[in-house]
Nanobody, 123 residues
Framework: VQLQASGGGLVQAGGSLRLSCTTSGLTFSNYGMDWFRQAPGKEREFVAAISWSGGSKYYADSVTGRFTISRDNAKNMVYLQMNSLKPEDTAVYYC?????????????????WGQGTLVTVSS
């Protein structure tokens, strides 16, 4: 099983980025998919989650209204559209998969993690 996040980069405050997570080796439509982030010196924190069908979505309060999670089960991919970015959004962003769970947020309950992609928002 592989999860690979991409799409990070340097953006000015107020800008937008779209992260992608490509998966392989798992029955993607059976997995809830989440995005987490980890800023330097801080713990990894939940950002957004989407159910295996895509019918349910959850967001951290800090990103609600600015970020949108989506998935394409035909392509085995999950996305995070990030708008109105702020310097405090600077972090390494990770995608994670959990079998038939939704937004568990407990790090040890995720079955697979991708490598991170760095998002840097300049002021």
């Amino acid at each position: 099983v592989q999860l690979q996040a991409s799409g990070g980069g340097l953006v000015q405050a107020g800008g937008s980025l779209r992260l992608s997570c490509t998966t392989s080796g798992l029955t993607f439509s059976n997995y809830g998919m989440d995005w987490f982030r980890q800023a330097p010196g801080k713990e990894r924190e939940f950002v957004a989650a989407i159910s295996w069908s895509g019918g349910s979505k959850y967001y951290a309060d800090s990103v609600t209204g600015r970020f949108t999670i989506s998935r394409d089960n035909a392509k085995n991919m999950v996305y995070l559209q990030m708008n109105s970015l702020k310097p405090e959004d600077t972090a390494v962003y990770y995608c994670a998969a959990s079998f038939r769970k939704l937004a568990t947020k407990r790090l040890n309950e995720y079955d697979y993690w991708g490598q991170g992609t760095l998002v840097t928002v300049s002021s």
